[in-house]
């Protein structure tokens, strides 16, 4: 199984303002995605991370709100940009193989106040 | 359009008996299944899967069943102990799609 780390586990931000989560993984790994759990919900893919191309984003998710970089096979970075309240969620990244389980990262819970 | 569902927000068991949560689905597509374990402030952990081909899968205390002509499928924990109160996800794919998660249940063991 990979080890996953993300950074913060957890931030407050100011409304207009942008945060970057990071996640960094222990191991070469073909597929890593971005979820968001909004609160009582469940979790939703935001994108999947492609490494040396432009993520692919879920229907209701796009670039400009949730630029996502992924310059090499152990690392990719989420940022929410231009924060409003709605934006308050858990943010978790996951690493997988076509077949296999996903793991995830410990989250990063965001309050935008 | 919720595919994958989670109908209980919650469940309460007494501590040494067993834990029943169920999940419906409704993409007859869907090949592989799986059950994650989530504790406030971490990460989903994984826990048990289960391949369409299979209706069983048994890994200690833990049992999934999926009864594919109901598109149901149900995790079974027993006997259910203190540590095993968390939010439980059911989630669901097709080959080498997307993971479509329900909405979580929030198990409770009491002592």
């Known amino acids: 199984s990979a080890v996953i780390s993300q950074k913060p586990s957890r931030d407050i931000c100011q409304r207009g303002t942008s945060l970057t989560i990071q996640c960094q993984v222990d191991?070469?790994?073909?597929?890593m995605f971005w979820y968001r759990q909004q609160p009582g919900q469940s979790l939703t893919l935001i994108a999947t991370a492609n490494q040396g191309s432009e993520a692919t984003y879920e229907s209701g998710f796009v670039i400009d709100k949730f630029p996502i970089s992924r310059p090499n096979l152990t690392f990719s970075t989420l940022t929410v940009s231009n924060m409003s309240p709605e934006d308050s969620s858990i943010y978790l990244c996951?690493?997988?193989?076509?077949?296999?389980?996903?793991?995830f990262g410990q989250g990063t819970r965001l309050t935008v106040v | 359009d919720q595919q994958v569902k989670q109908n209980s927000p919650s469940l309460s068991v007494q501590e040494g008996r067993i834990s029943i949560l169920n999940c419906d689905y409704t993409n007859s597509m869907f090949d592989y299944f799986l059950w994650y374990k989530k504790y406030p402030a971490e990460g989903p952990t994984f826990l048990i899967s289960?391949?369409?081909?299979?209706d069983k899968n048994e890994d200690g205390r833990f049992t999934v069943f999926l009864n594919k002509s109901a598109k149901h499928l149900s995790l079974h924990i027993v006997p259910s102990q203190p540590g095993d109160s968390a939010v439980y996800f059911c989630?669901?794919?097709?080959?080498?799609?997307?993971?479509?998660f329900g909405q979580g249940t929030r198990l409770t063991i009491n002592p």
């Open positions: 289960i391949s369409s081909i299979k």
């Open positions: 989630a669901a794919k097709r080959g080498a799609q997307k993971l479509v």
């Open positions: 191991s070469q790994v073909t597929m």
């Open positions: 996951s690493v997988g193989d076509r077949r296999t389980e996903a793991f």
